[in-house]
T-cell receptor, first 114, second 116 residues
Framework: KQEVTQIPAALSVPEGENLVLNCSFT??????LQWFRQDPGKGLTSLLL?????REQTSGRLNASLDKSSGRSTLYIAASQPGDSATYLC?????????????FGPGTSLSVIP | DAGVIQSPRHEVTEMGQEVTLRCKPI?????LFWYRQTMMRGLELLIY????????DSGMPEDRFSAKMPNASFSTLKIQPSEPRDSAVYFC??????????????FGPGTRLLVL
């Protein structure tokens, strides 16, 4: 059974700092991995999607990497800003049973201090 | 487009009552998803539709839960009878046609349900 974990559970950094969020999954047979952002009281916003054949994706100050063999993905945020404060979730779509199974991690709560 | 619309935004009800949550997906999107989020279990996929047809409902917790999509612009998630453990935030999301989860999902603001 696929399990997705995220470390750390919470992170507080000063504005301008570069940071890394981690996502780990137990079954490497994945279809893709996505990173989402969730602001308090709101739904999720898709940030980056990495196909199983890809190693990384970039969007602006965000860079996500994927290492299937080790069951890890990282989300790198450069030059953090207070507006980056939110909860970041990763989600893995499994390959073995069907394309339909998506498992979300518990999220990392990020606070960027001005 | 106004994005994914959900109603009501907040619902407080008593145990045993029927609860109906509503969702209007983004026009032109062929996939519609219902999720539930709790502190204990995180975010879970309950069911999803493709072209109004339920494809995978294996995430629906039990028979008290049912979902319908009578047309491309409307879906409901019903809980009957409701129980306190159903208290959660329920999200609806939609995405364009294409391979499942290859297209960006757009989430609604969610419905906060409290069952007393």
């Amino acid at each position: 059974k696929q399990e997705v974990t995220q470390i750390p559970a919470a992170l507080s950094v000063p504005e301008g700092e570069n940071l890394v969020l981690n996502c780990s999954f137990t079954d490497s047979a994945i279809y893709n991995l996505q990173w989402f952002r969730q602001d308090p009281g709101k739904g999720l916003t898709s940030l980056l999607l990495i196909q199983s054949s890809q190693r990384e994706q970039t969007s602006g100050r965000l860079n996500a990497s994927l290492d299937k063999s080790s069951g890890r993905s990282t989300l790198y945020i450069a030059a953090s800003q207070p507006g980056d404060s939110a909860t970041y979730l990763c989600a893995v779509v499994g390959l073995k049973t069907s394309y339909d199974k998506v498992i979300f991690g518990p999220g990392t709560s990020l606070s960027v201090i001005p | 487009d106004a994005g994914v619309i959900q109603s009501p935004r907040h619902e407080v009800t008593e145990m045993g009552q029927e609860v109906t949550l509503r969702c209007k997906p983004i026009s032109g999107h062929d996939y519609l998803f219902w999720y539930r989020q709790t502190m204990m279990r995180g975010l879970e996929l309950l069911i999803y539709f493709n072209n109004n047809v339920p494809i995978d409902d294996s995430g629906m917790p039990e028979d008290r839960f049912s979902a319908k999509m009578p047309n491309a612009s409307f879906s409901t998630l019903k809980i009957q009878p409701s129980e306190p453990r159903d208290s959660a935030v329920y999200f609806c999301a939609s995405s364009l046609a294409g391979r499942l989860y290859q297209e960006t999902q757009y989430f609604g603001p969610g419905t906060r349900l409290l069952v007393l």
